[in-house]
């Protein structure tokens, strides 16, 4: 089995890609076998020879054994934390716990917190990472697909408050960051088309080649290939990095990290009013509002109408919902806008937009009125 295992890596080789930043870099690596080679891979940027694994109990059992033995191939001292699963544990009560337990271990301002998991394991562990001792060490291990093209890059932390999602937390950005596309294999399918839609937003936002390469590989990134999934992770990371390499901490007003909130506003508001039961995934939301702020754009004759229908086929092709009707049950457009306005992305009192002049060329704007977004969430616009 080794030797297939070393076939298989071999199919898709670790690549590096920097992610630079004032006065910081890091790279994120991505390829096959990366967690049975985490020790080799992050000695160069560790400052201790211990770390700390923080993941939660659904990712544990599949996952944690490859990469403790990966640390302790090379001598590094690993101690684990386990959460649950699940939005829950991003919470002011899970950050308490996970940090009392993270100084019951006596760690050190220089041991590293390794979050092996999804995006609630990379908030959640990233904000204890950042404020234990005021700031520990911080590598991402992400192992869904939306935390290897999105939340694992950046530096962004936190949790959810009564308020609202991620209203708490710190810009902490990682040491290092491994996407291993080994850990794919688990993951539920629509847990990867819901991080596949994030890759697609990537694209539409700024860079035509990626969203050219999705359309041609969805189907492989989606049925598991591997050296495709790899590639997609790459891409989207590059994006990323490039834009948060420009903006790191959200200050330009009107491009930057604002981007990428491109069908987000659209998406929080059916998040917030299908309630979090899991019946809409916050990557299946995105893809509905992407079709919605391309619409939109149509509507306010900024953006071409096939570009719209251009990536509304791609979504449904890929098998992610892409319209209203997706969501299982009629919703009300004033509703829909009422959580607009409470999204913490308002601007002094404003909606701001992400809108598109089309595929690849996204930018805010602060004037969108509210007749033009009801009329959009209405179906008025076709
Ligand atoms: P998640 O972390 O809840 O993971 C989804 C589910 O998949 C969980 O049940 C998890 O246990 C399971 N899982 C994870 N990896 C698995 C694997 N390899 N095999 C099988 N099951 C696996 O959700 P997510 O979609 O990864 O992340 C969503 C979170 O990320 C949200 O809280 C969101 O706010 C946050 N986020 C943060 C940023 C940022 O910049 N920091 C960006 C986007 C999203
Ligand atoms: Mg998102």
């Given at each position: 089995t080794e030797r297939v295992a070393e076939a298989l890596d071999a199919h898709v080789p670790p690549r590096r890609l920097e992610v630079a930043l004032p006065g910081r870099r890091y790279e994120v690596i991505t390829g096959a076998g990366l967690l049975g080679r985490a020790g080799a891979l992050l000695a160069p940027v560790l400052l201790q020879k211990r770390a700390v694994v923080v993941t939660d109990s659904t990712v544990a059992p599949l996952h944690l054994q490859t990469l403790t033995d990966g640390l302790a191939a090379t001598g590094i001292t690993v101690d684990s934390l386990v959460v649950p699963p699940g939005e829950s544990s991003k919470s002011l009560a899970g950050f308490g716990d996970l940090a009392d337990r993270m100084l019951a271990l006596g760690v050190e301002r220089r041991t590293t917190v390794?979050?092996?998991?999804?995006?609630?394991?990379g908030d959640l562990a990233g904000f204890v990472a950042a404020s234990v001792l005021r700031g520990m060490p911080f590598v991402q291990v992400p192992t869904t697909l939306l935390?290897?093209?999105?939340?694992?890059?950046?530096?962004?932390?936190g949790i959810n408050m009564k308020a609202g999602k991620n209203l708490v937390g710190a810009f902490h950005q990682p040491i290092a960051v491994l996407a291993d596309t080994d850990v794919l294999s688990t993951l539920p399918i629509r847990e990867l088309r819901a991080g596949y839609a994030e890759i697609v937003k990537a694209g539409l936002i700024g860079d035509v080649a990626l969203?050219?390469?999705?359309?041609s590989h969805a189907q492989d990134v989606l049925g598991g290939d591997a050296a495709c999934q790899a590639e997609a992770v790459r891409l989207a990371c590059a994006f990323k990095a490039r834009v948060v390499g420009d903006d790191e901490r959200e200050e330009k007003p009107n491009?930057?990290?604002?981007l990428l909130n491109l069908g987000h506003t659209f998406a929080h508001a059916l998040e917030a009013e299908m309630g979090f039961d899991g019946s809409l995934l916050h990557g299946e939301a995105v893809g509905i509002g992407l079709v919605l702020a391309f619409r939109l754009s149509h509507r306010l004759n900024l953006c071409p109408g096939q570009d719209t229908v251009r990536v509304a086929r791609h979504l449904q092709?890929?098998?992610l919902k892409w319209r209203l009707a997706d969501c299982g049950r009629p919703l009300d457009p004033e509703r829909l806008l009422a959580h607009m306005r409470k999204d913490k992305k308002m601007r002094d009192g404003r909606l701001s937009f992400v809108l598109v002049r089309g595929i690849g060329e996204a930018f805010t704007s602060p004037d969108v009125s509210d007749a033009d977004v009801l009329a959009v969430l209405a179906g008025d616009d076709a």
């Open positions: 390794i979050a092996l998991g999804g995006g609630v394991v935390a290897q093209v999105d939340s694992s890059v950046g530096g962004k932390t969203y050219d390469w999705c359309e491009d930057g990290r604002a092709r890929a098998g």
